[in-house]
């Protein structure tokens, strides 16, 4: 695990262009597309400039069915940003990736926004990390 002591978030994340991503203006429907095209759950909903306004996972939406009274074909043309959380834990890609496990632990969290002054540049996905790690066991 020696690994873990000097690694930066950084060194890890999967980058920007890779990142499953939509804009404030994009529909639940839509959001939900690039969700399952990646394959990882969550995506991130950002502004023109890269800023990072909110996230959505599979789980909140699958609470948001649960919980809130509304046929479910009408969830699929609501703004993405009425269901995202909009102020989602992130990290910074300078952080040690211990301190970002650590929070990903406590907060039973799989993804980390990764953002640098408000800008999106990636995302910390627990896979990924755990992928690495055991590349690097021994």
């Given at each position: 695990?020696?690994?873990?002591?000097?690694?930066?978030?950084?060194?890890?994340?999967?980058f920007?262009?890779?990142?499953?991503?939509?804009?404030r203006?994009?529909?639940?429907?839509?959001?939900?597309?690039e969700?399952?095209?990646?394959?990882?759950?969550?995506?991130?909903?950002?502004?023109?400039?890269?800023?990072?306004?909110?996230?959505?996972?599979?789980?909140?939406?699958?609470?948001?069915?649960?919980?809130?009274?509304?046929?479910?074909?009408?969830?699929?043309?609501?703004?993405?940003?009425?269901?995202?959380?909009?102020?989602?834990?992130?990290?910074?890609?300078?952080?040690?990736?211990?301190?970002?496990?650590?929070?990903?632990?406590?907060?039973?969290?799989?993804?980390?926004?990764?953002?640098?002054?408000?800008?999106?540049?990636?995302l910390?996905?627990?896979?990924?990390?755990?992928?690495?790690?055991?590349?690097?066991?021994?």
């Amino acid at each position: 695990m020696s690994i873990l002591i000097n690694t930066k978030v950084k060194d890890v994340m999967i980058f920007y262009d890779y990142v499953p991503k939509v804009t404030r203006e994009t529909i639940l429907k839509e959001a939900l597309e690039e969700m399952g095209r990646t394959r990882l759950g969550i995506v991130c909903v950002i502004d023109q400039s890269k800023k990072l306004l909110g996230i959505i996972t599979d789980g909140d939406i699958r609470r948001k069915l649960l919980n809130v009274q509304k046929p479910f074909s009408a969830f699929f043309v609501d703004d993405v940003l009425d269901h995202s959380i909009k102020s989602p834990y992130i990290i910074k890609p300078e952080d040690a990736l211990m301190r970002a496990l650590d929070v990903m632990e406590e907060r039973q969290i799989w993804d980390l926004p990764v953002v640098d002054n408000g800008t999106l540049i990636g995302l910390l996905h627990l896979h990924r990390v755990v992928k690495i790690l055991m590349e690097n066991k021994g």
